[in-house]
């Protein structure tokens, strides 16, 4: 029988968390140091329609992917999962191929975007309140907007570089 519980990885965990923290203390910074004049909204730079194709994108993919997976909507915590992490582990503790370095890269680079993801979240909570922030941001001029579609960017990242990452990392041999 298999067990279909949720396995969260401590140190993916752990990472997100403090890259969170790191992020939300750095919007904090940004914020402190606004200036204090407003620039001028600059019509166009919302990008609404792109993201109205993001959400549709990102509601299928979890549709989908919540109806495929044991986990069920769970699915959206796999990128802290043990079984991730056990791939990534077992990847850099393989034998030494002459693809190897490209795989490291690969690999190396797709944590480290989920890693700045996560702290690009945690900046805009507060950097947001800056209207000069979020003015001419994909979803601005409002904190709102801004934020969902920044947020929805991180919706569809968060499941691509986790795709990748199963694809290109090795299967945890017992």
């Known amino acids: 029988m298999t067990d279909h519980r949720l396995q969260l990885s401590r140190p993916a965990v752990i990472t997100a968390t403090v890259s969170t923290l790191v992020g939300l203390a750095s919007g904090v910074v940004v914020y402190l140091h606004r200036s ?27 549709v989908v992917a919540s109806r495929r997976s044991p986990l069920g909507w769970k699915v959206i915590f796999a990128p802290l999962g043990r079984p991730i992490a056990a791939r990534i582990t077992a990847t850099f503790r393989a034998r030494f191929h002459v693809l190897s370095p490209l795989r490291y890269l690969a690999v190396a680079f797709l944590v480290l975007l989920e890693v700045y993801m996560a702290w690009r ?32 960017d991180g919706a569809l990242l968060y499941p691509i570089c986790h795709s990748l990452l199963r694809r290109i990392t090795l299967p945890v041999t017992r």
């Not at 204090?36 to 979890?62: I, S």
């Not at 001419?136 to 947020?151: I, K």
């Open 36 to 62: 204090e004049p407003v620039e001028q909204h600059v019509p166009g730079t919302e990008a609404w329609l792109p993201h109205l194709a993001v959400l549709a994108v990102v509601a299928t993919w979890f």
């Open 121 to 152: 979240i945690g900046e805009q909570v507060f950097a947001g309140l800056d209207p000069n922030f979020i003015h001419n941001a994909w979803g601005g001029p409002s904190y709102l907007g801004a934020m969902f579609c920044h947020y929805l």
